[in-house]
């Protein structure tokens, strides 16, 4: 019903930036809550920043003042935009929605297929 690309992720070197972005498409009703999430290797899964349908942001510390979440709710796109790329912030970036379906009208959450970022020179 619902599917979800991400684009963006590459190799940058340190201090480099990145744009991701994730488009949702299929039957859907409304967005409520979009997030970037990240996973390195040997660590759970965490979150990296957060935005709700009103615009309302939320990062975690070590992010902070380096990314930025956006959204375009007429294409149903979440975008993160990161600056000043650390080797710290290589990890898998999945984008994650909180989306309401046309036929059923009850909340559900879908994950993207994840994009790698790799910052290292």
């Known amino acids: 019903q619902v599917q979800l690309v991400e684009s963006g992720g590459g190799l940058v070197q340190p201090g480099g930036s990145l744009r991701l972005s994730c488009a949702a498409s299929g039957s859907i009703f409304s967005i409520y809550a979009m997030a970037w999430y990240r996973q390195a290797p040997g660590k759970q899964r965490e979150l990296g920043a957060a935005i709700t349908s009103d615009g309302s942001t939320n990062y975690a510390d070590s992010v902070k003042g380096r990314f930025t979440i956006s959204r375009d709710n007429a294409k149903n796109t979440v975008y993160l935009q990161m600056n000043s790329l650390k080797p710290e912030d290589t990890a898998v970036y999945y984008c994650?929605?909180?989306?309401?379906?046309?036929?059923?009208?009850?909340?559900?959450?879908?994950w993207g297929q994840g994009t790698q970022v790799t910052v290292s020179s």
């Open positions: 994650n929605l909180h989306l309401v379906v046309v036929s059923t009208k009850r909340p559900l959450e879908y």
